[in-house]
Structure formats: C-alpha cells, structure tokens
Nanobody
Framework: QVQLVESGGGSVQAGSPLRLSCTPV????MAWFRQAPGDEREWVAT???????TYLDSVKGRFTISTDSAKNTLYLQMNALKIEDTGVYYC??????????????WGQGTQVTVSS
C-alpha cells in the first residue's frame, strides 16, 4: 500500500485560484476526490497513464489535473473557485479500467474552504 500525501489546501475567497499537490505519482492512474460536510465523497478528476483526463461536469474548464514527473507530484489546479467547491480533497491512485481509475490507495485529505 502506498501512502499518498496531499498539500496545498487552504481558505480562499470565491474566484481565487488554489493548487493542490500529491506525492508520489502512480504511472497507472491517479484521481482527485472531494467530500463536503455532510455529503458523500465525490469524484473530481482522473488522469490515466496515457495522459487522458476526465472531469466532473461542475469543475470542467476550471480545474486541471496534471503531473510533474521530475517532482513525482500530482497537481490539481483549481481556478475560479466557488463556495460549493469547499470540502476535503483527497488524492488517490489505482489501476485503470477503461476511462476509470479503480482506486487502491488514498491520501489523508487536505481542506479547501471557499468563502464569499
């Protein structure tokens, strides 16, 4: 089991950017999930080993998932943040199954709070 470590969370105003980081990177597939208070954990974005990315509809055009292989780090660049983006963000790694990533390992989570 791999221990993933996230960083970069914080409190920002609506409309601001924020970048989350996660290490180490799996060459197979990685993903970001989030969980708002009182809600179930939801998938946000996936990056497959072939470079294919997929996003939750509500974050398309605002969030970008990427890796820096030299730094062995996965990123989630979040722009134009909205109050509804508030939650604990989790990094995850697994194995691909079609366009999906079957999760095997999770990070501990990092809090993102967006205020008006």
């Amino acid at each position: 089991q791999v221990q993933l470590v996230e960083s970069g969370g914080g409190s920002v105003q609506a409309g601001s950017p924020l970048r989350l980081s996660c290490t180490p990177v799996s060459p197979l597939c990685m993903a970001w999930f989030r969980q708002a208070p009182g809600d179930e954990r939801e998938w946000v974005a996936t990056l497959l080993g072939d470079g294919t990315t997929t996003y939750l509809d509500s974050v398309k055009g605002r969030f970008t998932i990427s890796t820096d292989s030299a730094k062995n780090t996965l990123y989630l660049q979040m722009n134009a943040l909205k109050i509804e983006d508030t939650g604990v963000y989790y990094c995850a790694a697994g194995r691909p199954s079609g366009p999906n990533c079957i999760i095997k390992d999770w990070g501990q989570g990092t809090q993102v709070t967006v205020s008006s």
